[in-house]
């Protein structure tokens, strides 16, 4: 089994590693290779109790108005068992197995089998085929990018619906919150499992798996970097991007549409959550091309952490404010308002920008100007596991001069808006902002502890000439 001979030379490789006396080699970047104390406890913890968390959370909202001490409260002081807020929960429902089999099925449907027609008429968009970046075996992927244009088809049907054929109420998706979750949740599992059987024995690229030889890890972070069924199916495309991301925009309509059904009115904070979460989706499925450039795509491998995180962890916990206002109709007064919409364009200004320049920078190979001026930058090589030698640039002007996360910054600008968009009454909707704050700044030092095991002495060059990661001389 090729699956196997890799496991066997990534043994054989560790055994290498530690004769050599290094730590990591060139050409070894991507997921670890091997599992600290800290990381396994981690993963178990996540694991164990991420669902939980998921689970919690929905439930204060549906039980208990959104707030997050009362259900706590109440099993300390035995006010409530467990049995109680369980036996109030919604169970799987045959409605709910169907919406989402059918939501999952029409976005698959939508994945394979409508090649894009956006880039044809839509000026600057990328769209159609498009290659990802040189995988740690050197495989150079292609992708179908088509994600805007199910965007744009999901959505105006949806609208189609709400506005005259009323096939369904716009309120569906809140109405069956509840059993919709354990439906995502028993797809994010079966993806999460198969990636990982899929990993052993029917590997799509054997050289581009990982295996460290615990299961949690590798059930956790993935085993396989990039699975495939046939050609065009990528689990990591297709799950990262839809089913969740498109029904993000979708949740958040059909919360707007219950508030109208309970209080007549949409309330302004609503809007905003709809507007500045509405340009976060939008970006990124007109940027899909881009994304096949991100962390997600080019360093991780598919397991858990991607599987059952599309599907349960994003749409859930990503659109808490609009769920947080069904239950709290927030009239904000117009200066909050401002507030609000300003620090969300301006946090989504800079991370769009940031972006972009790098983006520009790689795709034209430094050929470009940034900020009106030729780009700085620094050269850097490394290597691929068959040994290969490649060249890149690492940019050190523009956004990307000020820190070397400066995206992240503006992610977090505009994760910020929208939680304030909830006003103070309850620390629910910060969820966001406080999970994002994590993420982000995990993320920084995962990605440049790949970084600097993929480029070596080139990334301490990069390092000592962007000295901050996201806060120009404070982080
Ligand atoms: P980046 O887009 O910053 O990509 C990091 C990679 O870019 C590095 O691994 C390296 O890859 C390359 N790179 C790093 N520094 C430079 C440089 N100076 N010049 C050129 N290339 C460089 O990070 P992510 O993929 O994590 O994030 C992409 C966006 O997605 C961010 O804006 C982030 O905020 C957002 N995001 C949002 C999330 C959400 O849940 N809402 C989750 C995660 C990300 P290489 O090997 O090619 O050199």
């Given at each position: ?121 839509l000026?600057?968009y ?22 805007l ?133 939008l970006d990124f499925f007109w940027n899909e ?187």
């Open positions: 089994m090729a699956a196997h001979q890799e496991k066997k030379l990534a043994e054989e490789r560790k055994h290498k590693t530690m004769q050599n006396g290094t730590k990591a080699s060139q050409g070894q970047w991507g997921r670890a290779w091997e599992v600290d104390w800290f990381s396994l406890a981690s993963i178990l913890f996540l694991l164990m109790f991420a669902p939980l968390i998921v689970y919690y959370f929905i439930m204060s909202c549906a039980q208990y108005q959104c707030s997050l001490t009362e259900p706590l409260l109440d099993l300390l002081t035995s006010s409530k068992h467990l049995s109680d807020i369980w036996n109030r929960t919604p169970m799987l429902t045959c409605r709910a197995a169907g919406i989402y089999s059918l939501w999952v099925t029409f976005q698959v449907v939508l994945y394979m089998s409508i090649p894009d027609f956006c880039h044809k008429f000026p600057g990328v769209g159609g085929v498009q290659e990802g970046a040189v995988t740690p075996a050197g495989v150079v992927n292609k992708y179908e990018i088509n994600g244009q199910a965007w744009i088809i999901t959505h105006v049907l949806w609208f189609a619906n709400a506005s005259f054929l009323h096939f369904f109420s716009p309120t569906i998706i809140f109405d069956n919150w509840i059993p919709l979750l354990w439906c995502a949740n028993i797809l994010g599992y079966a993806v999460s499992t198969f990636a990982m059987i899929k990993g052993y024995f029917f590997p799509t690229n054997a050289k581009d798996c990982k295996f460290t030889g615990n299961f949690f890890y590798d059930y956790m972070m993935g085993i396989e970097f990039n699975p495939r069924i046939g050609k065009w199916f990528d689990f990591k495309l297709f799950f990262n991007g839809r089913p969740g991301i498109v029904a993000w925009t979708l949740i958040n309509l059909s919360f707007a549409a219950k508030q109208q059904e309970l209080y007549g009115e949409v309330t302004n904070s609503m809007i905003l959550v709809n507007v500045l979460q509405g340009i976060y989706v091309a881009w994304y096949l450039k991100t962390i997600d795509i080019c360093h991780d491998h598919f397991g858990w952490y991607l599987g059952w995180g599309d599907c349960v962890w994003l749409p859930y916990l990503y659109t808490l404010q609009g769920l947080y206002l069904v239950y709290h109709p927030v009239q904000l007064c117009t200066a909050h308002a401002v507030g609000v919409l300003t620090l969300g364009l301006l946090g989504y200004y800079i991370f769009r920008a940031t972006n972009h320049q790098k983006d520009l920078f790689r795709r034209t190979n430094g050929a470009c100007r940034i900020w009106g001026k030729r780009p700085q930058y620094i050269e850097c090589s490394y290597t691929s596991v068959d040994g290969a030698k490649y060249y890149s640039k690492l940019l050190t002007s523009g956004f990307w001069g000020w820190a070397r996360h400066f995206n992240y910054t503006g992610d977090l600008m505009g994760s910020l808006a929208y939680c304030l968009a909830c006003g103070f009454g309850h620390i629910l909707p910060y969820f966001y902002i406080i999970y994002m704050s994590i993420l982000l700044t995990h993320r920084c030092v995962r990605d440049e502890h790949r970084c600097s095991s993929k480029y070596g002495k080139d990334w301490d060059r990069y390092t000592a000439a962007v000295p901050y990661r996201l806060l120009p001389g404070v982080f």
